[in-house]
């Protein structure tokens, strides 16, 4: 039976992030599978946009018994990022100074500022090497911004569906869900499900690059060829912004975005090239061949400006979210890399 531990890590101290804001103090919410007492290889999963600290709930195809990330034989940490709403502090949590919600008053935050934070909990679990971080999209992004900000710490790197910065493909996409929320005169309220048809029509934008042309063509047709409205690609749409509005909120939706688009490792650094040749992390950056967002030049570009790394394509028609779905082609990508730990 593994064991199952989680908590939230109260920071009581400023937290300087980034854009030169200040939170007087911070929560941040983890799980270890495991047990740390216990000498065992430590595997960080960095989730991506809208997951939580508990890798079993959203990557249960690659994380937990049996799996390739084995709970049965590592110690498996994950944090929830600055700025979430799945315990760490973001944009609904309580100002300590104001006794109130920050809402739209939560400071930009950044990718470096989630793995600034992600060091802070480092620490205070003693955690001396990362044998493997693992993480796709946001999670990618936080893995190798690790791997530069505290060199020879993260020992191997799993890289999934990322660049070294994001596109300006990306940053329009983003953007467009941003201005879907705005346009929900609820989303400037302080009410706690402020913008909640907003994210909705936000994550539909979402959903469109996340897949593809052919996702929708094979998993949404219309079988009714005298049909005129409700076809199934448009309810699909529908059901995934409101299964998406239930779990999560609109802020912090709309400040995990902006940081998405503050990826950039090269900046303040001389470039991307430079800052990552000497990056000396084991990598394998993984692409998807289907993905429009990051597509496979982009990532085999990183593998290229990193001095240990190689890259394979993922195949699959689901496009950026294939590293959700194709559980057994990814795990066979990931034991030919490097098999056990």
């Given amino acids: 039976m593994q064991n199952v531990f989680h908590d939230i890590l109260k920071v009581k101290a400023p937290f300087y992030t980034e854009s030169g804001g200040v939170l007087p103090e911070i929560d941040i919410a983890y799980h270890i599978l495991g047990d740390l007492q216990q000498s065992r290889p430590l595997v960080w999963v960095g989730h991506a946009l809208t997951g939580n600290s508990n890798p079993l709930d959203w990557w249960p195809g690659i994380v937990g018994p049996g799996k390739y990330v084995d709970t049965e034989k590592y110690n498996v940490v994950c944090a929830n990022v600055l700025g979430s709403c799945y315990g760490s502090t973001g944009a609904h949590s309580i100002n300590p100074e104001t006794g ?4 739209l008053d939560f400071p930009l935050i950044t990718i470096r500022d989630m793995v600034k934070a992600h060091e802070i909990l480092r620490k205070h679990l003693v955690i001396e090497k990362i044998d493997l971080f693992i993480g796709a999209s946001l999670g990618a992004f936080q893995g190798i911004e690790w791997s ?3 060199p020879g710490l993260v020992d191997r790197l799993v890289f999934l569906v990322a660049g070294a910065r994001t596109s300006p493909w990306c940053k329009a996409f983003n953007e467009a869900q941003r201005m879907a929320m705005e346009a929900d005169q609820t989303f ?3 009410d706690e499900n402020a913008g909640a048809r907003g994210l909705m029509a936000a994550r539909a934008i979402g959903m469109v690059s996340y897949r ?3 996702t929708f063509d094979t998993t949404q047709p219309d079988t009714d060829n005298g049909q005129l409205e409700n076809f199934r690609a448009c309810t699909y749409q529908r059901y995934q912004g409101e299964k998406l509005a239930k779990r999560y909120n609109a802020h912090a939706y709309y ?3 902006k940081a998405f688009d503050s990826h950039d490792v ?3 650094r001389g470039g991307e090239k430079k800052a990552l040749e000497n990056v000396q992390t084991k990598t394998l950056c993984i692409s998807t061949d289907s ?3 990051f597509p496979v030049e982009e990532v085999k570009a990183v593998a290229d400006m990193l001095p240990n790394a190689e890259h394979v394509i993922l195949k699959s028609m689901y ?3 294939g590293f959700l779905i194709e559980n057994d082609k990814l795990t066979d990508i990931l034991k030919n890399w490097q098999g056990k730990l």
Avoid: C, E, T, V
């Fill in 291 to 293: 993905d429009i967002l």
């Fill in 188 to 190: 400037f309220s302080d």
């Fill in 319 to 321: 496009g950026h979210d």
């Fill in 255 to 257: 400040y995990i975005s």
């Fill in 266 to 268: 090269g900046r303040g």
């Fill in 100 to 103: 109130k919600p920050y809402m």
């Fill in 148 to 150: 530069i900000m505290q």
């Fill in 212 to 214: 593809n042309y052919q």
